[in-house]
Nanobody
Framework: VTLVESGGGLVQPGGSLRLSCEAS????????MSWYRQAPGKERELVAT????????HYADSVKGRFTISRDNNKNTVYLQMTSLKPEDTAVYYC?????????????WGQGTQVTVSS
């Protein structure tokens, strides 16, 4: 499984960005997809998760109401729409694909895309 993120960049506070993550896997629709982020000097944290059929989503409290996760299983792509961005959203954002097979959990990571919120 290969995950390739795109869409990061420099944005002013209050601005918006949309991140994309395209997966090279035949069974994309079986995976739970998530976005994580890691700021300098901090641990990687979960930002948002979406289930395989988009039935359920979960957000970190810090991004609720500002970020929206979505997916297009026909395009093997998951998105993170980020609005009302704050300087504290500055981080490297990582795409994650998770799949549980029996008692084994598989997790795959993208290379990350930098998001910088600054005036």
């Amino acid at each position: 499984v290969t995950l390739v993120e795109s869409g990061g960049g420099l944005v002013q506070p209050g601005g918006s960005l949309r991140l994309s993550c395209e997966a090279s896997v035949f069974t994309f629709s079986s995976f739970v997809m998530s976005w994580y982020r890691q700021a300098p000097g901090k641990e990687r944290e979960l930002v948002a998760t979406i289930t395989s059929t988009s039935l359920h989503t979960h957000y970190a409290d810090s991004v609720k109401g500002r970020f929206t996760i979505s997916r297009d299983n026909n395009k093997n792509t998951v998105y993170l729409q980020m609005t009302s961005l704050k300087p504290e959203d500055t981080a490297v954002y990582y795409c994650n694909a998770g799949l549980r097979v029996g008692a084994t959990e598989y997790k795959y990571w993208g290379q990350g895309t930098q998001v910088t919120v600054s005036s």
